[in-house]
């Protein structure tokens, strides 16, 4: 089972969101890098861009689809990260670590799921 | 990210393989594919595609339909029920065919094995499995009406029989290790497009050489009770040769990449053989008697549908990185002018493949076309199919 890691905050759209780190990082989680099959390419939003929580800003393609990045949060993108672009495999592979996607310095968040209610409902294991 | 349907497609109640313990040990994910619990991918989908393309790959085919057709007329009743010659097939070879409604419509594409003169294997899409058999024993009450029933009986034995494909350039080596060696021969002179019925690993299989992935490869149709042993026994085999198994991503990825359609995507009720690009496989001339769909097929060949009138199914090739999708729109100069009906990155070659329904005018090889990607058009071109074809 995919695994939900612990410390993070999840959305509905599968995106989690580390408030720990300076500036708070984005990612996508496990269980929806195992649904989507191995990633291909990363759309990103460019450093600098304003995001507005639960609206798109970017894509992600996997060998099967192509699904719509939902910003967590609104803010100001700081960093996105160059070697999962390079490299997509990262998402598959490290979701929660080398594979994270950008770094946004946050004015407000959107609606957020503890890892136990985004466990409880997207089958995860924690 | 939006949630994908297979985050919660392993709750449903489906029909599941003889195999389906070995894929659930194995941590297979699981998809829908025609009613079955099939598996999706093992680990990784690429790392499976390539293992096929280099090594050897192990795919459980057991959605597929089983229907045998047997008797003194059964060949002519085949050469009846579908587009095929199929009573020109010599005994222990197979032939790809197409299973057409009276309007010309495509209601499956199959293949059709001779086993002996007088018995005929037929193998349906899974999703048409039931269509295709309800449809042969209407077919053959009309073929046999007022003469001899006997002579041609059907017997669907889709729910008995499980299928396991080898393929890959390591799968002789891996099937000659199941085989005593009085049949090795039968292996390394087995054709494409060939059966032979032996014992693998001591189980009695009918094995083919056949697959869906453009590599080499044999299939093996084995009794649902044997199958378990006869996946253990190959997966043995396969030590020391790198043999994955592989779940139906991969499947897809590789039939693509080898230009080979899919029912549902390239093939469906809606399309006739000559707009896929199957035109041969119709046999007007070669066969002199009536065939379900005959009349209908012979006017829409006389129209030129599929060469100078209406839509082909074409390759594409994409000029940047991101791929075409199942129904995405292709244009030129913005016009709408057909439509995408698989598409994904080729792992192989590196770049984006599709194949497409294209106006027949735009269906030449280097024709500069776009796809709506999402409201943005991206730049294809058309290109020959096969996108991969294997150095042998």
């Not at chain 2, 989908?45 to 008797?71: N, Q």
């Not at chain 2, 050469?79 to 009276?102: F, M, P, Q, T």
Request: hydrophobic share 40%; net charge negative.
């Amino acid at each position: 089972m995919s695994k939900v890691q612990t410390g993070l905050r999840y959305s509905e759209e599968h995106e989690w969101l580390d408030t720990d780190a300076a500036p708070a990082k984005i990612g996508v989680s496990a269980v929806a890098a195992d649904a989507l099959g191995d990633v291909v390419y990363l759309d990103l939003p460019e450093v600098g861009s304003e995001l507005t929580a639960g609206t798109t800003c970017g894509e992600i393609e996997s060998t099967k689809s192509v699904s719509d990045l939902y910003s967590p949060v609104s803010g100001t993108v700081v960093e996105i990260n160059q070697e999962a672009i390079d490299n997509p495999a990262l998402v598959n592979e490290d979701p929660y670590g080398a594979g994270w996607l950008f770094t946004v310095e946050v004015t407000s968040e959107g609606p957020l799921l503890s890892p136990e209610e985004y466990a409880s409902k997207n089958g995860g294991e924690l | 990210m939006t949630a994908e349907p297979q985050i919660a497609a392993n709750q449903a109640e489906e029909k599941r393989t003889a195999l389906y313990e070995r894929h659930a040990a194995l941590g297979a994910s699981f998809t829908d594919f025609g009613g079955w619990q099939m598996p999706l991918k093992y680990g990784s989908e690429l790392a499976e595609h390539r293992a096929v393309r280099e090594a050897a790959g192990l795919f459980d085919l057991s959605h597929m339909g089983e229907v045998w057709v047997t008797g003194p007329d059964a060949g002519a009743f085949l050469d009846y029920a579908l587009v095929g010659k199929l009573s020109a097939i010599a005994v222990g070879k197979a032939k790809y065919s197409l299973i057409c409604a009276e309007d010309g419509g495509i209601i499956d594409d199959l293949i059709v094995y001779r086993v002996a003169e007088e018995d005929y294997l037929v193998v349906p899409n899974a999703g048409n499995a039931a269509t295709v058999a309800a449809e042969l024993e209407a077919r053959r009450d009309r073929f046999t009406a007022g003469g001899n029933a006997e002579g041609c009986a059907l017997r669907d034995a889709s729910a008995e029989t499980s299928l396991i494909a080898v393929q890959g350039p390591n799968a002789e080596a891996i099937v000659l290790q199941l085989v005593s060696d009085e049949h090795a021969e039968a292996v390394t002179g087995l054709k494409y497009y060939a059966a032979v019925q032996v014992e693998a690993a001591g189980v009695p299989v009918l094995l083919a050489r056949t697959g869906y992935t453009g590599e080499d490869g044999f299939e093996l149709f084995v009794a649902n009770d044997r199958a378990a042993e006869l996946w253990d026994a190959v997966r043995a085999a396969g030590e020391g040769r790198d043999l994955v198994p592989c779940g139906l991503a991969s499947r897809d990825s590789l039939r693509l990449e080898a230009g080979m359609p899919l029912y549902g995507n390239e093939l469906s009720r809606e399309v006739t053989p000559f707009e896929a690009g199957l035109g041969g496989v119709v046999a007007l001339k070669s066969k002199e008697g009536d065939f379900v769909g005959r009349a209908r097929l012979q006017a829409k060949k006389d129209d030129g549908v599929g060469t100078t009138s209406g839509r082909r199914l074409v390759g594409l090739r994409g000029l940047g990185r991101r791929a075409a999708r199942s129904h995405y729109a292709v244009l030129k100069d913005g016009q709408k002018v057909g439509e995408v009906t698989s598409g994904q990155p080729s792992p192989t070659l590196g770049y984006p493949v599709a194949m497409a329904y294209v106006d027949v005018e735009l269906a030449e090889p280097g024709t500069k076309l776009e796809v709506d990607l999402r409201g943005k058009a991206e730049p294809f071109e058309v290109v020959a199919l096969p996108f991969y074809k294997r150095q042998k």
